[in-house]
Every structure is written in structure tokens, then in C-alpha cells.
């Protein structure tokens, strides 16, 4: 019997991703680099479906359909440079290998040409939801050739989450396209979590609500429009009660956030692009900050911090909600305006609809928000941003009041509302008429003669600041 498709790679993500393929009927071939995973694999969940154990990459590749198809699950970075190597010799044209791993964009970028000259197929997928999602329904991004999503679309599209009947898979764009939308995915997943974080604290500090009656509001907040996953999770999170003190869960968990390095991947990333994912950004150094210990002790110690004492308005818990919808629509709105300025750089034809469809279901980011933002980019007329689609502008306009009051609450009372204040920020940057870069242009032009525009003159001018300050039309050569 020849198997649909090739596992290599088993550890926790490999061998759920194989249990669930072999689950929905296909026949899947096993093989890890030291047999024990295969056959710890084969003793506990064989009835899962068909599995064929292979010992070798050989055994492996002899075992499958062709054109053949290989997902390698194994350790991102060298150990994938590694199995594509071994893989190679042993494939024909028009094969398929697909790597489901944490990969960098760059790098699928890189396999996916090295390996087209050969005239094998290379899919880079993202694949969201964590070890739970990979066996039940993840969100699945795959990249790489049309004529190989064709090949591999059926198995994934039956393996990936399923919202309102409708697959969250679809195919992404060429090459590198499918790790890059699951790496900004991490980045607004990294701001929506910020956002829950902030208005935690702004709750608990800034009104006295313990983390017991904040579970409760947050369950309550998960059944309007701010409903999503991370809200329902944060709920539990805080409604938790540890088993050894009695104590809120949060407040034993020690308050530096890990991060494993897609947030950082995202920042980089926007700052090569010029894109303005501030929320994103803040949220990976809200978590940097969070980490530097041995700082936070002594500045408790050395740095002032007076607060100005304010009245928490009675309407805090609502405002602290609109707020919290407004900063999370802003990072969303960035994450996709990133992926706009990736698709003319790299030449992918992104669909953000199709995009935020497939966040829907299996993800972390997973929210309600999401039906409103796909019916957006599915409309004829697309937002240039995702704030200037109606529904949206609408949503903004109502809570802007709220917004702007728990910003300044939070900086009257020195509670850091990074995320919170960078959205309005750039909410504020976008729609102001003049912005101070005016006077960066002044600046650049006296110190550097970068040139400048006029408001009213095509062309590009200079003043001659040493001289007698008078202006000529230049040519911008910096
Ligand atoms: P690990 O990242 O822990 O990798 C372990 C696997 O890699 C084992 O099968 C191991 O084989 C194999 N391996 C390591 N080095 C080599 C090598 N040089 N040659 C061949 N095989 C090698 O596994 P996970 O299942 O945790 O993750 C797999 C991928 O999925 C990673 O890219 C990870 O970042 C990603 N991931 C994604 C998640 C998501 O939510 N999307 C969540 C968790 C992980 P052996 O048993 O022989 O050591």
C-alpha cells in the first residue's frame, strides 16, 4: 500500500500532525531520526489510522504515491538544511517536500529557489494552534508553488480547523508567503496578549478589581465583540487559584515573559519593510522590559515615580474594554498593512480576506473580529487600511472618547499602557494633517543636505543653511 504522504520528524508537532492526517484517512509513512519516536508513535496511537513505520529516508521515500510528499516536522534552522539534503538524491521531479516548522521566512525563501532547480516542489507552511491544534485542526498557511497546493491542498484543507464549513487553509502565495503570514500572525498574537495585559493592570491598579472578579468580567467581555480565544483563555488564567498558597495563580508566576523569537522576527521584519507595527513592536519590548530583573529591582529603589491621584471614572471597567478593542483593532490593522507592504516586496498576491478567514479557527488569534475583518478585504472596494473600512471607522469613532481616557488615566497614575498608547498614537499619526516630520525634513536638510519637498512646488529642494539661506532645486542623491 503506498502512503498519501511522509512524516519525518516526530516529536510532539510531527506526530500530532501524523495522527491527524492518518485520522482523516490518509494513509501517512513515519520516520524519525532514531526509530524510538516512530515506534512510541506506532504503541500508543497505531488505531489512530493507516501509518506505515519506515526506518530510513529511503524507506521513507519508496514508501509513497507519487508525485511523492514529505513533510519534514523537525528542530527549525540546520536540522531542516540537514533533512532536505538527505531528502534530495532520493526524490524525482515534480515531488513535493514541505517543511511545517518554525522556519524563517528568508530561509523557506532560500530552499524553496535552491530546490525549484532541481524541479522539486518546497512548501513552507505555517501551521498555528500548538501542539493541541496540530491534532484536532490547526490554521494552516501553506507557501510555495500554486501546482504544488494543488497536489497538497486536499490533505491540508482535511486536516486544518473548519469554521462555518469552511477550511482554515488556504494557499498563501509563492515561496516564503506561508511562513511570513504565520510570523506576523505571532506578532499580533504577541499585541493581543500585551492588550489583555495591560488591561489587567489597569484594572487591578487602577480600580482595585482582583484577578477573581477580573475572570469573571473577562468571561463576560469574551461574549461581545472582543470574543477570541485569548480572552476566554485569560479568563481561566485569572480565575485560577494556586494549589499551594491560595493565592491568585498571577500573582505567583514570576512577571518576566518568555518569547521564543517570532515576535522579534515581525519587528525586524516591519522595520526593514518601513511598516508602522508600533503595537506589535511595543509588545515585544513590553516583554524585553518585563525580563530585565535585575533593572526593574533597582529602579523601584532609584527612579521617582510620582502619580498624579485621579479619580478612576465610574465607567472604567466599559472604557478599559473599548479601549482594549480599539488597541487590539490597531494591531491587527498594522499586522495586515505589514503584509500588504511584504506583497509588493516580494511579489506575493496576497488575499487578506482569504487571510483572515483562515485566522478564524485553530489559532491563537482565533476572535470574532475576524468575520468583520474578512467580510472588509472580501468587499469590492478594499481599505487601503483596515480602520478606513466602514464597519471599522465606525467601531473607532465610538470608542475614541473611552480610549483616550484610560490612556491619560494610565499616565496620570503611572501604569505603563504600552500597546494601549502606541494604537492611539498611531491612530492620532494617521489621521493628523501635519505631522512634526516637517521638521525632521528641516533638520536632515541642514545637517546632511537630504533635500526636501515643498507643499506647493513639484521637485526636490535644498536651502543653502550656510549661506544666505536661499533656496535651490535640487537632485535627491541621499
Ligand atoms: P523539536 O523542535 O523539539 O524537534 C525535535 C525533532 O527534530 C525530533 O524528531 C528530532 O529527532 C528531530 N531532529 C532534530 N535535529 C535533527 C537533525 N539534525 N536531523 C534529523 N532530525 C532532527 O520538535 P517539535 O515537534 O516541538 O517542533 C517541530 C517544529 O514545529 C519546530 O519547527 C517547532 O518550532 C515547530 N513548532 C510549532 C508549534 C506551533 O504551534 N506551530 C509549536 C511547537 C513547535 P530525534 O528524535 O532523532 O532527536
Redesign the pocket.
Known amino acids: 500500500m503506498s502512503a498519501h504522504i511522509g512524516v519525518t520528524?516526530?516529536?510532539?508537532?510531527?506526530a500530532n500532525l501524523a495522527r491527524n492526517l492518518a485520522r482523516n484517512g490518509f494513509t501517512v509513512a513515519l520516520h524519525?531520526?532514531?526509530v524510538e519516536?516512530t515506534d512510541a508513535l506506532l504503541e500508543k496511537h497505531g488505531n489512530d489510522g493507516d501509518f506505515v513505520r519506515t526506518e530510513t529516508l529511503q524507506e521513507l521515500v519508496d514508501s509513497l504515491e507519487k508525485p511523492r510528499r514529505v513533510l519534514i516536522?523537525?528542530?527549525?534552522g540546520?536540522?531542516v538544511d540537514?533533512?532536505i539534503e538527505q531528502l534530495e538524491p532520493l526524490l524525482e521531479a515534480g515531488d513535493i517536500i514541505i517543511d511545517?516548522?518554525?522556519?524563517h521566512y528568508e530561509d523557506t525563501r532560500r530552499r524553496e529557489a535552491a530546490l525549484a532547480k532541481k524541479d522539486l516542489h518546497f512548501v513552507g507552511i505555517g501551521?498555528?494552534?500548538?501542539?493541541e491544534?496540530?491534532l484536532n485542526g490547526?490554521s494552516i498557511m501553506p507557501g510555495g508553488s500554486r501546482e504544488s497546493y494543488d497536489a497538497l491542498g486536499p490533505l491540508l484543507e482535511k486536516i486544518a480547523a473548519q469554521v462555518d464549513g469552511q477550511p482554515c487553509c488556504a494557499w498563501i502565495g509563492t515561496d516564503g508567503a506561508g511562513h511570513f503570514v504565520k510570523m506576523v500572525h505571532n506578532g499580533i498574537e504577541y499585541a493581543d496578549m500585551q492588550v489583555i495585559g495591560e488591561a489587567f493592570d489597569l484594572l487591578r491598579s487602577g480600580a482595585g478589581i482582583e484577578p477573581a472578579e477580573q475572570a469573571k468580567i473577562f468571561a463576560e467581555w469574551n461574549k461581545g465583540d472582543l470574543a477570541s480565544f485569548l480572552i476566554e483563555i485569560s479568563a481561566e488564567v485569572l480565575g485560577h487559584v494556586d494549589g499551594k498558597t491560595g493565592k491568585p495563580f498571577v500573582d505567583v508566576v514570576v512577571d518576566a515573559a518568555g518569547q521564543k523569537g517570532t515576535g522579534r522576527w515581525t519587528v525586524i521584519s516591519a522595520l526593514e519593510l518601513g511598516s508602522p507595527t508600533s503595537g506589535i513592536a511595543e509588545s515585544v519590548f513590553a516583554r524585553a522590559l518585563s525580563s530585565q530583573a535585575e533593572q526593574r529591582k533597582l529602579a523601584q529603589e532609584l527612579l521617582a515615580g510620582e502619580e498624579i491621584n485621579v479619580d478612576v471614572p465610574e465607567t472604567f471597567v466599559e472604557d478599559v474594554r473599548q479601549a482594549l478593542y480599539a488597541s487590539k483593532l490597531v494591531s491587527y490593522a498594522q499586522g495586515l498593512d505589514m503584509l500588504t507592504s511584504a506583497a509588493v516586496e516580494y511579489g506575493w498576491d496576497l488575499k487578506l480576506d482569504e487571510i483572515a478567514s483562515l485566522w478564524r479557527g485553530g489559532c491563537i488569534i482565533r476572535a470574532e473580529l475576524l468575520k468583520e475583518i474578512t467580510k472588509a478585504y472580501a468587499a469590492e472596494d478594499k481599505p487601503a487600511n483596515l480602520l478606513f473600512a466602514p464597519a471599522f471607522t465606525k467601531a473607532i469613532a465610538e470608542v475614541l472618547p473611552a480610549w483616550r481616557r484610560v490612556v491619560s488615566t494610565a499616565v496620570q497614575l503611572g501604569i505603563p499602557v504600552p500597546v494601549f498608547s502606541s494604537s492611539l498614537a498611531y491612530y492620532d499619526g494617521l489621521r493628523r494633517k501635519r505631522l512634526p516630520a516637517a521638521v525632521i525634513q528641516g533638520q536632515r536638510d541642514l545637517f546632511g543636505a537630504h533635500t526636501y519637498g515643498r507643499v506647493d512646488a513639484e521637485g526636490t529642494f535644498h536651502t543653502l543653511w550656510g549661506e544666505d539661506k536661499s533656496e535651490i532645486e535640487a537632485v535627491d542623491t541621499h
Do not use: D, I, Y
Not at 520528524?9 to 510531527?14: D, Q, S
Not at 501551521?127 to 501542539?131: A, F
Open positions: 520528524g516526530l516529536a510532539v508537532m510531527g524519525n531520526r532514531s519516536k516536522m523537525v528542530k527549525a540546520k536540522p540537514s533533512v511545517a516548522g518554525n522556519s501551521v498555528s494552534g500548538g501542539e491544534g496540530a490547526p
